[in-house]
Nanobody
Framework: VQLQASGGGLVQAGGSLRLSCAAS????????MGWFRQAPGKEREFVTA????????YYSDSVKGRFTIFRDNTRNTVYLHMSSLKPEDTALYYC??????????????????WGQGTLVTVSS
């Protein structure tokens, strides 16, 4: 599975941005999709995930209420809409995929496929 992330950029605090991640896999609907981020000097952290079957969504506490994940199985694409952005949201954002579901969905090691990362910079 190849993942192509896009949509990063520079935005002022309080602004919005939408990231996209297009997958090459035709059985996209069978994959749990996640977004992770990594700030300089920090470990990669879980942001959000959407299940392959139910489409149930999960968020980290730090983004809950501000970020929304959405998958379009007809386009093999997952989106991350980010609003009320804060300077601490500045990071490289990665999309990730794994076949089916894992209860350890917050761990990067549970995902087999990764996009190249797209940089989000939030200025104060």
């Amino acid at each position: 599975v190849q993942l192509q992330a896009s949509g990063g950029g520079l935005v002022q605090a309080g602004g919005s941005l939408r990231l996209s991640c297009a997958a090459s896999e035709r059985t996209f609907s069978m994959y749990t999709m996640g977004w992770f981020r990594q700030a300089p000097g920090k470990e990669r952290e879980f942001v959000t995930a959407v299940r392959e079957s139910s489409g149930r969504k999960y968020y980290s506490d730090s983004v809950k209420g501000r970020f929304t994940i959405f998958r379009d199985n007809t386009r093999n694409t997952v989106y991350l809409h980010m609003s009320s952005l804060k300077p601490e949201d500045t990071a490289l954002y990665y999309c990730a995929a794994r076949l089916y579901w894992s209860v350890n969905y917050r761990s990067p090691t549970e995902y087999n496929y990764w996009g190249q990362g797209t940089l989000v910079t939030v200025s104060s």
